[in-house]
């Protein structure tokens, strides 16, 4: 199995911060990648695919980078609205997926 | 613009067998892949096993001798079955379509996700 590691494991932020995510594989994984947003109580919703694609509707302050192993997730201006759980998941070992543990992003 | 109602029972003792059902509205049934992930409370986000709608599934390694996914073509719907739940299958349920996108290299991901349906397990 291809495991996913995220970090850190929660995140304390002001509006305005810059904020990165990181995603660790424990094999390559090319850039098969994508990252998730979640707000409690909702399904998750895609922000990033291909590791660096932005979703169509997502805002650009997000953006995506990396390949092989170590992938980030950076919101360059945090909006009140971003606060959320951010998750990775990995798709090289397709049809079996596998996620990261999940960011939560809090406000300071 | 596919959406996706999904339902089942929410309460369940220890043993017995988890059953939700999951229905697509809108786009193409046939022409996509559908899968089921659960979310534990407080936890991370886990693939159970997938559909298309020939009936070809996959299934996570750590649950396939208890999980059976099945589809109904003629309903838009497909099914997923948890054998002998335990306290540790209390969790989120979600369905979801997987999106592909790509033309040589292909890229697999959740694009839409069922609401959601709570299930707990009483010992």
Known sequence: DIQMTQSPSSLSASVGDRV???CRASQSISNYLYWYQQKPGKAPKLLIYAASSLQSGVPSRFSGSG???DFT??????????????????????????????TKLEIK | QVQLQQWGAGLLKASETLSLTCAVY???????????????????????????????TNYNPSLKSRVTISVDTSK????????SVTAADTAVYYCAKVAVVGTVYFYYYMDVWGEGTTVTVSS
């Open chain 1, 67 to 69: 390949s092989g192993t």
């Open chain 2, 26 to 56: 809108g786009g193409s049934f046939s022409g996509s892949y559908w899968s089921w992930i659960r979310q534990p409370p407080g936890k991370g986000l886990e693939w159970l096993g997938g559909i298309n709608h020939s009936g070809s």
């Open chain 1, 20 to 22: 990165t995510i990181t």
């Open chain 1, 73 to 102: 997730l950076t919101i360059s201006s945090l909006q009140p609205e971003d606060f959320a759980t951010y998750f990775c998941q990995q798709s090289y070992s397709t049809p079996m997926y596998t996620f990261g543990q999940g």
């Open chain 2, 76 to 83: 838009n719907q497909f099914s997923l079955k948890l054998s």
